[in-house]
């Protein structure tokens, strides 16, 4: 049942203190961020930079792993070493904001999600705030795990080809803070994204759009996309490094096929038509 009807001044006011109380949340966490950036074991140095350096634990798991399976690693070359540089006066000023914003952001996203959804909830019934608590819960945790995947996995190994990478030993390559940056916070923000894919597709279940045999039906194609992703992310053409990058978009897909609704009966009827065809 609906709490009482309120009016739009009421909820004109509830909008401003859930906006307040944001801002208010990412302007605390980006002063904390801000303060504990730079320094030799500061974030910037300790977190942001690490895989520019040849013991990034990443690297050193893939070394391991090499040596169990005897496959010749690269991530063995502890000499390995990218030097960041800076051509624009104010860019190591402003990237001190935008980084320590961006760590805010993601840092506060569960208690943003949460203002978000208590603005939200006194129009729904109790049946559907048990199903949005749920959704938020679920939509933080893949968020994180997403930012998690890009920041230990996708963005070192991408990194660490495009860095190596030469067309001609005529020419020195050296990676400006810019693109560092950009290519560091794209990487990790996609991947929270792309983890949210299982709860858009338990969303389109929900609104009729999506079913389980759209799954079944592009499987193989979807196999395919992801390993051309994959690929993409891990240029190396290493297979083992390959295979990491594409298990956990593969449980994705899978994953969201597990939360949408089954196909209808003529649908599978159809599937399996195809299939045998």
């Known amino acids: 049942m609906q709490q009482d009807e309120m009016s739009f001044w009421d909820h004109l006011e509830e909008l401003r203190w859930t906006l307040f ?10 002063i904390l961020f801000f303060a504990f950036m730079r320094g030799e074991q500061g974030i910037f140095n300790a977190v942001i930079l690490a895989p520019t350096w040849g013991d990034f634990i990443t690297y ?17 070359d502890s000499a390995f070493h990218v030097e960041i540089i800076n051509i624009k006066m104010a860019t190591q000023f402003f990237m001190h904001l935008t980084t320590s914003f961006w760590l805010a952001f993601v840092c506060t996203f ?14 729904l019934y109790e049946n559907e705030k048990k199903n949005i608590r749920w959704v938020f819960l679920f939509g933080n945790i893949m968020f994180f795990l997403g930012c998690a995947v890009g920041y230990f996995l ?35 923000f996609i991947m929270g994204v792309v983890f949210e894919m299982p709860l858009l597709s338990w969303l389109l279940s929900k609104l009729g759009i999506l079913h389980r045999g759209y799954f079944h039906k592009y499987r193989r194609h979807a196999i395919v996309f992801l390993l051309i992703a994959a690929a993409l992310i891990t240029p190396s053409g ?18 969201s096929a597990f939360f949408v609704r089954p196909a209808p ?12 065809a």
């Open 60 to 76: 050193r798991l893939f070394c391991n792993a090499g040596m169990v399976f005897n496959i010749v690693s690269d991530f063995c």
């Open 110 to 123: 569960p208690y943003l999600m949460f203002e978000i959804w208590r603005f939200v909830s006194p129009a």
């Open 154 to 188: 996708v963005f070192p190994l991408s990194f660490r080809f495009l860095a190596t990478y030469q067309i001609s030993e005529a020419i020195q390559e050296q990676v400006s803070l810019d693109s560092y940056m950009d290519i560091f916070l794209m990487l990790i």
């Open 238 to 255: 290493d297979p083992f490094t390959l295979m990491i990058v594409f298990i956990p978009l593969y449980g994705l897909f899978e994953l």
């Open 265 to 276: 009966k003529d649908d599978d009827d159809d599937d399996e038509a195809l299939a045998t």
């Open 21 to 30: 109380r944001s801002i208010l949340a990412l302007f605390i966490f980006s």
